[in-house]
């Protein structure tokens, strides 16, 4: 079974401070996304990696930055918290479709709680 | 800027009861996933459907592609308390590695 994993539940930052958000998957999967999930908004996809060293922004990128040194690490920083950063990070990861499809499943960690205060 | 809307956004049943959650969007997907996601835990896929008109059956979950490929729906019968969680549809575009979420629609099955 796919694993990915976050490496804190839960999280309380003030604001202003530096937060790294890491997410590690053991499927040798090219493809990772960072989401964050809000109440009645659905999941809304901030970056994600299809390669190491390669990024593309997703949909609400504002405030956020991704590091993917390695295959099976994806990072989401936030540079500088803020108080409307609170919420509830998803990490996932996929294999690309070879026919050009978009119809790979997504494999979700638990979640990472982040408060900012 | 694609869009998914789920409707109901909340859902409170007996056991035993049907319901059906749809999914809508004046966009094209080339592919649609369901996925369930419990307290505490991240989504999990439960289906993907990539025909228009494409009907899949799990267990007492039927899952359904409109024709135009811009909405499904999920139908449950004979709910079980099991049932309960936040559902959540995905679409998938070709030459994208990106998918669009719906809404949710929070379910509860009570006993």
């Known amino acids: 079974d796919v694993k990915v994993t976050q490496s804190s539940r839960y999280l309380v930052k003030r604001t202003g401070e530096k937060v790294f958000l890491e997410c590690v998957q053991d499927?040798?999967?090219?493809?990772m996304f960072w989401y964050r999930q809000d109440p009645g908004l659905g999941l809304r996809l901030i970056y994600f990696?299809?390669?190491?060293?390669?990024?593309e922004k997703g949909d609400i990128p504002e405030g956020y930055s991704v590091s993917r040194e390695k295959k099976e690490r994806f990072s989401l920083i936030l540079e500088s918290a803020s108080t409307n950063q609170t919420s509830m990070y998803l990490c996932?990861?996929?294999?690309?479709?070879?026919?050009?499809?978009?119809?790979?499943?997504?494999?979700f960690g638990n979640g990472t709680r982040l408060t900012v205060t | 800027t694609q869009l998914l809307e789920q409707s109901p956004q909340f859902l409170s049943i007996q056991e035993g009861e049907n319901l059906t959650v749809y999914c809508n969007s004046s966009s094209v997907f080339s592919s649609l996933q369901w996925y369930r996601q419990e307290p505490g835990e991240g989504p999990v896929l439960l289906v993907t459907v990539v025909t228009g008109g494409e009907v899949k059956k799990l267990k007492r979950l039927t899952f359904q592609f409109g024709d135009a490929r811009k909405d499904s729906s999920l139908h449950i019968t004979a709910a079980q308390t099991g049932d309960t969680g936040l559902y959540l549809c995905a679409g998938g575009t070709s030459g994208t590695y990106k998918y669009i979420f719906g809404t949710g629609t929070r379910l509860k099955v009570l006993a």
């Open positions: 990696s299809y390669d190491v060293k390669m990024k």
């Open positions: 996932a990861s996929s294999v690309p479709q070879s026919t050009g499809a978009n119809n790979s499943p997504l494999h």
């Open positions: 499927m040798d999967h090219e493809n």
